[in-house]
């Protein structure tokens, strides 16, 4: 089994900067991929970035230039910052490690922008 704990989360205005972490424990495997989603109410959930045990990335093209994901493999923790936020970034950011074929996800961190 694998754990995912997520903090960082609040309320911060437009413009505004927030870093999210996620940290894993349990059962992990080296070849796996961490990530964050997000959901804003009434929508799917949506994935923002994620970064393989290497380091190579991949972003929604909403948050491209404005989002940096990285991970300590030491740690096994992903970090999300975010840059420039906008009202349309406001949602409950969820952690998600996908390893052997298994998702695990977090329990989510709200983050809120006010309009």
């Known amino acids: 089994q694998v754990q995912l704990v997520e903090s960082g989360g609040g309320l911060v205005q437009a413009g505004g900067s927030l870093r999210l972490s996620c940290v894993a424990s349990?059962?992990?495997?080296?070849?796996?991929?961490m990530g964050w989603y997000r959901q804003a109410p009434g929508k799917q959930r949506e994935l923002v970035a994620r970064i393989t045990w290497g380091g190579s990335t991949n972003y929604a093209d909403s948050v491209k230039g404005r989002f940096i994901i990285s991970r300590d493999n030491a740690k096994n923790t992903v970090y999300l910052q975010m840059n420039s936020l906008k009202p349309e970034d406001t949602a409950v950011y969820y952690c998600n490690l996908g390893q052997m074929g298994i998702d695990y996800w977090g329990q989510g961190t709200q983050v809120t922008v006010p309009s």
């Open positions: 349990g059962s992990i495997f080296r070849v796996n991929i």
